[in-house]
Nanobody
Framework: QVQLVESGGGSVQAGGSLRVSCATD????????MGWFRRAPGKEREFVAG????????SYADSVKGRFTIFRDNAKNTVYLQMNSLTPEDTAVYYC????????????????????WGQGTQVTVSS
């Protein structure tokens, strides 16, 4: 049973920063690619950032490049998303996700390979 639990969401003014975290349980965390997605009101869920199981490679949506950073702490089985220079367009529920399979040489992986999900954490950015 894979469990993903997000935390750290909240409300912030435009230009501010937030860090969201995702603690995982089930499987060997360090063997899996991890990702962050978000769903804004009235919109479909979209990919935000991913980090490879090796920790050496990351990928970002164009809309967050240069502002968001994904990183992982394998000792804590936790993946983080540091969000800086937030704008109201970043308002969404943020979901942590884990890849279906461990390891893998392909990077970045397709969005459809992220199959385990947390419950989400709300991030609200006011202007």
């Amino acid at each position: 049973q894979v469990q993903l639990v997000e935390s750290g969401g909240g409300s912030v003014q435009a230009g501010g920063s937030l860090r969201v975290s995702c603690a995982t349980d089930g499987g060997t965390f360090s063997n899996y690619n991890m990702g962050w997605f978000r769903r804004a009101p009235g919109k479909e869920r979209e990919f935000v950032a991913g980090i490879r199981w090796t920790g050496g490679s990351t990928s970002y949506a164009d809309s967050v490049k240069g502002r968001f950073t994904i990183f992982r702490d394998n000792a804590k089985n936790t993946v983080y998303l540091q969000m800086n220079s937030l704008t109201p367009e970043d308002t969404a529920v943020y979901y942590c996700s884990r890849s279906r399979s461990p390891y893998g040489s392909r990077w970045p992986i397709p969005d459809t390979e992220y199959v385990y999900w947390g419950q989400g954490t709300q991030v609200t950015v006011s202007s």
